[in-house]
């Protein structure tokens, strides 16, 4: 399905609602290929997507776990920049 879309003086466009509800989300990768832009759907959450694409591998994960282990991370990263 091709549609056309204007953008705004403040750079947004409108996604129809058939074409939000079909896809099933809020947020969009966007991929400037040079000749085009490639619109595609994120998952909202990409730590909980990411659970359930690797739960096979690596068994049960907590999200919460993973989000203070990746802010302890940044911090320690900050220290050893700055």
């Not at 058939?18 to 991929?31: K, P, S, V």
């Not at 690797?54 to 920049?81: F, T, W």
Request: glycine share 8%; no cysteine; hydrophobic share 40%.
């Amino acid at each position: 399905m091709r549609q056309r879309a204007r953008i705004s003086k403040g750079g947004q466009i409108s996604i129809p609602a058939a074409i939000r509800h079909r896809w099933g989300t809020t947020t969009l990768a966007l991929d400037d290929q040079g000749d085009r832009i490639v619109l595609e759907p994120a998952p909202d959450d990409p730590i909980a997507a990411a659970e359930g694409a690797l739960a096979a591998l690596v068994g049960k994960i907590d999200p919460a776990q993973l989000r203070r282990r990746a802010r302890e991370d940044d911090q320690v990263s900050s220290r050893l920049i700055g």
